[in-house]
């Protein structure tokens, strides 16, 4: 996109939208948000990854708010914040810097070199903005969270085009289109193909109908895995708060569901969960899920209830361990949605793995019950 067209957006955006009044619960360990409770009333905006080659975290992430107070979000209610840093040593000072909010953090390349990327969710003003490529508009009501997808292709950009394709279809299967998809995010090898990326979304979206994008570098025989979030159809009056959903012509997982559904209930977004302490792969898994459950008691949400998993592994143990651990705490007919990437740094210093969640409050008594 040119700058040019950029600045006409944001002229055209700065004629409008008030910001909601404060609506967020958040829940704090010590220092830092853990999670972040969205009443279902509430409508979402997300970001695009902004970028800056300046590994001052301050700085870039008073430009994210800008951007957000400038597409009618309320930059005081920031649901969740996701940080790309290029090395550890910028990640844990994004992580000393960003308390307030719920944060994840991963360590990888970036597109054109850059040091970091910060992309975030807040939430959204009253009147609902239109969708462009640096932020889009979540309403409120039922959304989809759809599971990474990956498809094989001689280059990456013929894989990314060939994968956005397919999850194309995923969402036509249940109802929603391109024009519902809220950010798209991209698990690259090599990261030098992201430009290549964008220009296939720009095929079919149109260069100034591109979703919010989200670069992150793993390493994968697979050039690319691309997750979406999207708004859904109306759900029936008698639809389940969440559903897991297997589009047709796929095999369900009892590690991760392909699909899950929101259609009701207010949203839970955690930050990223390392273990207490460094370990083994399967140690620092067993520490995460003691964590995740006690967040998710406090935000009045169970383990029944998730609705999407980010993996960020940062060695095979910890990628093995994760699949053979997972089962036993999630219910097998309802696992998150979720998707796992190799990455060359979890995000934290000693450590192998981190996990974000969304999830859902659970109406009446919870039922966190499940046990390793």
Known sequence: MSMQHYAIVLLLWGQSV??????????????HTVAAVVPAAAGLLHTRQMLSTDSDAGILFRQVEQLVGTFGGDPRQLVKVNVVASTPEIADAARAALTHAPASFVVGALPH???????????????????????????????????????????????????????????????????????????????AAASDVVAEFEKVFGELRVPPLVFVEWTSDLPIEIELIAAAPPAAADAPAVEYLTPPGMKPSPLFARVVRINRGDIVYTSGLYSKEPGSGEQQILSIFE???????????????????????????????????????????????????????????????GIDIIGVVVPGPSTNTIKP
């Open 113 to 191: 070199g850059e040091k970091i990327g910060i992309d975030v969710i807040a939430v959204a003003g009253e009147k609902p903005p239109l969708r462009f490529l640096s932020a889009a508009y979540l309403p409120k009501g039922p959304r989809l969270y759809v599971s990474g997808q990956a498809e094989k292709g001689v280059t990456p950009a013929d894989a990314a085009a060939k994968t956005i394709g397919s999850l194309l279809k995923t969402l036509g299967s249940f109802g929603a289109t391109k024009d519902d998809i809220v950010q798209a995010k991209c698990f690259l090898t090599p990261m």
């Open 291 to 353: 964590q995740l459950q006690d967040v998710l008691k406090r935000t009045g949400s169970d383990l029944r209830h998730l609705a999407k998993a980010t993996y960020y592994v940062g060695d095979a143990d910890a990628s093995k361990q994760l699949n053979e651990i997972r089962p036993r705490f999630y219910d097998p007919a309802r696992p998150p949605a979720a998707s796992k990437a190799m990455v060359a740094g979890a995000g934290m210093k000693d450590r192998s793995i």
């Open 18 to 31: 008030l910001a909601a009044d404060p609506v967020v619960r958040y829940v704090k360990h010590g220092d």
